[in-house]
């Protein structure tokens, strides 16, 4: 197969860019295991589960928000930083948490919620007290419009109206851009910003590794808040002018610590160059999620620019995120329509140069679950993808009786007990790509290019550190015959030869030694 120029570095690993050798692992603590049998997930079900996480192969751990908050957004309306809400646990069970996944080496990483907290946060009650209130300009508030009404065009996620809440109280609106209950703070006071970065030295004393930052791109606002045209207007809401300054505050706290901690960002805009902006000049963020894959479908060409994109604009210097599943977007066996896709995915996504953030439950391939009208919960949407993880077969799948959300439909079948000693199963892929991307430092380090290849396949392949692999993905419902043949390492489809002859199955993905 011919060959695209290299697009990437064959750079040394560094054990103090630990996040670029590391495979992250997404929980959602309410989701996840259940220690207390109240139907909600918890610091010890997490705890409890740790083996299982080794035994997975995985390096570091991002938990969805775990502080205080009355969770209109389940944790993403936050109403202390420093402290664990009671539905997970104490700051102990945090703090015992950390120690043992540490000494499982298994880095923790947080969620952190910057662009807006809780209408319940003590800072908002105090700003929403009185205009006079100290803390008022802690969030955005503005006058009516001249002729009344918002203050502008603004709109709040998920459709649910104008970005603004009028309070009676004052006769002004403030600022949210997501629930009423989310009020955004005001990064353009300089307290707002200290007051913030006190909170990460709070959990970075304790050992944190690093922090996931919701939403990073929201924090830079310009002042002027004037009305958007999606079509003319600079991205003034979204990407704003005071964003990257305020990145470089956040570094120096980070970079102040001797773990190495490293902050990857939410980052809601378009282009992987945009994202890529948000790494500085190596003084901002070290990684920051490119969401584009997960919203592609499953189509060779497509899947194929978001690669070429990715080289062309994270070029040799920067290290890119791989993300295919998060707990906000349909699980990819739901997205891709089945196992076999989604198996391919796996591969897909362990293999390409960069850090994958794997979300948990996508190693048991489980589909969104189905959530009849009445248990709907999340203003969203998103409660399919979040349904409790399926431990054990039996009834209940290791949670107490009211497991806060449905299981998925076939949760038996898809428990860890039912795949765990299946060599054929999808967690036992996982498992195996998790073990072949430890072992192989070409895979997690080595330069990568496209292939040339027929219509419908992707392949590329990773070399230097002492291997050469390629990897090809047949993205049709047809067997395809390609002109390379090896060892194959591994196949996303259970039980074919090692030999790789040069025919990739319906849906095949594979890791083949190179012959040619
Ligand atoms: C991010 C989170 C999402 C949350 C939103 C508001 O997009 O991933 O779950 O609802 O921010 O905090």
Redesign the pocket.
Known sequence: MASEPSTSPDSAPSSDRWWEDAVFYQIYPRSFADASGNGVGDLAGIESQLPYLQWLGVDSLWLSPIFRSPMA?FG?DVSDYCDIDPIFGTIDDYDRLLRSAHSRDIRLTIDW?PN?TSDQHPWFLDARSSPDSAKRDWYVWRDPAPGGGEPNNWEACWEIGPAWTFDEASGQYYLHL?LPE?PDLNWSNPEVEAAMLDTLRFWLDRGTDGFRA??INLIGKDDELADLDRYRSPLRDIDGPRVHQHLRAIRQVLDGYPQHPMMVG?ITLHRPGQVRSYYGDDDELQLGFNFRPIYTRWDAAEFRTRIEEVHDEFGDDHWPVWVLGN??QPRQRTRYGSDARARAAAVMLLTLRGTPYLYAGEELGLPDAHIPEDRIVDP?GRDGCRAPIPWTRADGHGWGPDAWLPFVDDAADRSVEAQRDDPDSTLSLYRSLLALRRSSPTLRRGRERLLDTPEGVVAWRRSGHGDDLVVLVNFTDEAVTLGNVGDRLISSIPGTDRRFDGTLLPDEAVVVRDKT
């Open positions: 957004d993403y919620v807006h997501f989310q919701d939403v939410e707990h906000d969203g």
